[in-house]
Nanobody
Framework: QVQLVESGGGLVQAGGSLRVSCAAS????????MGWFRQAPGKEREFVAV????????RYADSVKGRFTISRDYAKDTVDLQMNSLKPEDTAIYYC?????????????????WGQGTQVTVSS
């Protein structure tokens, strides 16, 4: 079992920055690729970013590429998502997830463990 707890969400103006963090506990952190997903009201949960188990590879959704950066800290067992140049359409609940099933998967079905989510709201 892996427990994931997100933090760092909040309200920010368009063009601003926010950093959300996810703390993992339980199984060995380095055994999992770590991803971020988001879900806006009335929409499906969508892939945002993923980092591989060894941290050497990352992948981003086209909508956030160049603005968001995912990173992980093996000493703290955390994975962060730095979000810059935020837009109102980035408003959503952001979820952290862990996957042992792929190198750095983008599909929701590849992730076995999920956090509770943290709200990010971008005002125009």
């Amino acid at each position: 079992q892996v427990q994931l707890v997100e933090s760092g969400g909040g309200l920010v103006q368009a063009g601003g920055s926010l950093r959300v963090s996810c703390a993992a506990s339980g199984r060995t952190f380095s055994s999992y690729a770590m991803g971020w997903f988001r879900q806006a009201p009335g929409k499906e949960r969508e892939f945002v970013a993923v980092i591989s188990r060894n941290g050497g590879n990352t992948r981003y959704a086209d909508s956030v590429k160049g603005r968001f950066t995912i990173s992980r800290d093996y000493a703290k067992d955390t994975v962060d998502l730095q979000m810059n140049s935020l837009k109102p359409e980035d408003t959503a609940i952001y979820y952290c997830a862990a996957s042992s099933l792929g190198y750095y998967p983008v599909a929701r079905s590849a992730y076995e463990y999920w956090g509770q989510g943290t709200q990010v709201t971008v005002s125009s």
